[in-house]
């Protein structure tokens, strides 16, 4: 009688055992958390500003065959999404000499926003849109505020050496200023002027159009 009631329980134990092991939970990349890179507002203005540009990536020139306007068209070649490792489009941005992208005589991105790419391409490559908006009309200062959407959405036409060929240069606070005082920076982001920029792209978001319009409201500190 014993022998049978352990051989039950041990019986029991192991169904238990090959039951619960089934329905163990497989671990997954999480689910897109608050430090997700956002594809809409961080990623795309990047190849926008530095890739799709006239003579490069645009749709008109299509250099090697890459034009990078659009997430279906920055996804057709060059993305191994969920790892940038084995990503032609990361491994140019890391290149030397004429491989690197953006070509000489353009700055390379900077290193965060090499590593923007990286994580969006790590993530998965996803497009996300309407992400949560990171930002916040209510500090206006330059440095902090208005310079890195310059950096984001104008410096690859509009910086350093990029301007060099023929662009009005966006890189320092004199050269923004210069634009303040010409009357051009606004009507240039309010697509109210002959140039609506950033040329060729949507509209900059009401946030970061509110930030500039404040700082420049503000007299356009140097701050
Ligand atoms: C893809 C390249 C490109 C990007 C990105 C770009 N611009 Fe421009 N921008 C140009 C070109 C080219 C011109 C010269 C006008 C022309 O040839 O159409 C110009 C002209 C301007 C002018 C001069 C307008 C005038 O009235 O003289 C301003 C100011 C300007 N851009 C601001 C910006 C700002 C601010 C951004 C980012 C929000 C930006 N641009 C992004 C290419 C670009």
């Known amino acids: 009688m014993k022998t049978t009631k352990l051989i039950i329980v041990a019986g029991i134990c192991i169904i238990a055992m090959m039951l ?5 939970i497989p671990v997954l990349p999480g689910p897109p958390g608050e430090e997700d890179i956002c594809f809409e507002t961080e990623v795309l203005p990047i190849f926008q500003s530095y890739c799709a540009k006239s003579g490069c990536h645009d749709a008109a020139t299509a250099s090697d065959g890459y034009i990078l306007d659009s997430y ?4 057709a070649r060059g993305i191994d999404a969920g790892n940038a490792a084995s990503s032609k489009m990361y491994e140019v941005l890391n290149e030397d000499g004429d491989d690197r992208m953006p070509q000489q005589p353009n700055d390379p991105l900077s290193a965060a926003q090499i590593s923007t ?9 996803q497009n996300t849109t ?7 009309s209510s500090s206006f200062a330059y440095s902090a505020n208005v310079r890195p959407i310059l950096q984001t959405h104008c410096l690859g036409c509009h910086g350093g050496s990029a301007a060099s060929g023929g662009f009005i240069p966006l890189d320092t606070y004199d050269d923004v200023n210069a634009m303040v ?16 920029m950033p040329k060729n792209s949507a509209k900059l978001s009401d946030c970061k159009i509110a930030i500039i319009s404040k700082w ?8």
């Open 216 to 223: 420049i409201a503000a007299g356009a500190p140097n701050n």
């Open 181 to 196: 005082n010409a009357n051009a920076l606004l009507p240039a982001i309010l697509h109210t002027g002959s140039y609506p």
């Open 72 to 75: 279906n068209n920055i996804m």
């Open 130 to 136: 309407g992400c949560a908006p990171v930002c916040d």
């Open 117 to 125: 790419i990286a994580q969006w391409i790590n993530e998965g490559a």
């Open 20 to 24: 619960s092991c089934k329905h163990e």
